[in-house]
């Protein structure tokens, strides 16, 4: 008799072979690492291949598994599309994340949800924290990937980022003058951070550099206009800590929390993968 796959367990295999960790593929099901180690071992015995190779440490595909992902992908797109049926409209998932939260853990986390789910539509925006938090309040976002709020508890926390003054290598601060800043605008939380230590540091500075959106901060400091208050997670290679070198004060850490408030299985479901992948992605920087 011909064996059948389990579309569940091909899901799986596609989460652990796409996040490399059966603790965080367990986390986007929301099931547990034993569930999903069964799940696996039944899809392999099904396949009679092994398609995973485990390790403390690791998981990495086997050949027989790099060559079932593009398999395992049109299998679970064809399951869906034929319980698909009539085309309909489909929920929206709203989801906000802060500018200075969305580094790049923002493509793995769409190639997971887009690899995993089919039911939902998703927006995604990107602004300030404390916009997107009156958002969420106002029952406009469905969840937010924000920077932790003093004045908000509660949440999931998905990353904890250390903050560092990033400059080109060709930066030279003037000498005797006010260190140049690169920033977004108030009420970036940030540019608070920064203008905090700076003056509690007692060290004058100028925003040379205004920038609408964190890639335009980016993009001065890369060109050697200003110094950038930035989480070491989303400072693009290139750039450099010249807090030390300039004798600036430390920023401290700030942690990355999702919030959410959503009742429908298909969205809670998609968020738990949106968690694992930046969980995952944070992880490996």
């Known amino acids: 008799m011909t064996p059948t796959l389990d579309i569940a367990a091909v899901r799986a295999f596609l989460l652990v072979s796409d996040l490399q960790s059966f603790t965080r593929s ?148 003037p000498a005797g003058g006010p260190l140049p800043l690169a920033t977004l605008a108030a009420p970036c939380g940030v540019r608070a951070l920064a203008v905090r230590a700076l003056d509690k540091a007692k060290l004058s500075f100028v925003e040379t550099f205004v920038g609408g959106g964190v890639g335009a901060v980016v993009a001065a400091a890369q060109a050697g206009l200003a110094v950038a208050p930035l989480a070491r997670r989303i400072a693009p290679a290139g750039l450099v800590d010249s807090g030390p070198a300039l004798g600036l004060p430390k920023l401290g850490r700030s942690k990355v929390i999702l919030h959410a408030k959503v009742s429908d299985a298909a969205k809670r479901a998609a968020l738990r993968t949106l968690a694992a992948a930046f969980r995952s992605a944070s992880l490996s920087k």
């Open 26 to 173: 367990a986390e986007a099901l929301g099931t547990t690492q034993a569930a999903v180690s069964l799940k696996l071992q039944r899809l392999e015995a099904a396949l009679g291949k092994r398609l995973l190779e485990r390790s403390p440490r690791a998981v990495r595909l086997t050949a027989d598994g790099a060559a079932f992902v593009d398999n395992a992908r049109a299998l679970v797109a064809a399951h869906d599309l034929a319980l698909a049926g009539t085309p309909r409209i489909r929920p929206r998932l709203a989801l906000g994340i802060s500018d200075h939260a969305a580094g790049p853990e923002l493509v793995p986390m769409l190639q997971q949800y887009h690899a995993i789910t089919t039911e939902l539509a998703l927006s995604v925006g990107i602004g300030f924290s404390r916009d997107l938090l009156d958002l969420y309040d106002a029952g406009e976002l469905d969840a937010i990937i924000i920077r932790q709020e003093a004045s908000r508890r509660g949440g999931e926390s998905l990353a904890d980022d250390e903050f560092g003054w990033f400059a080109s290598p060709r930066f030279r601060a």
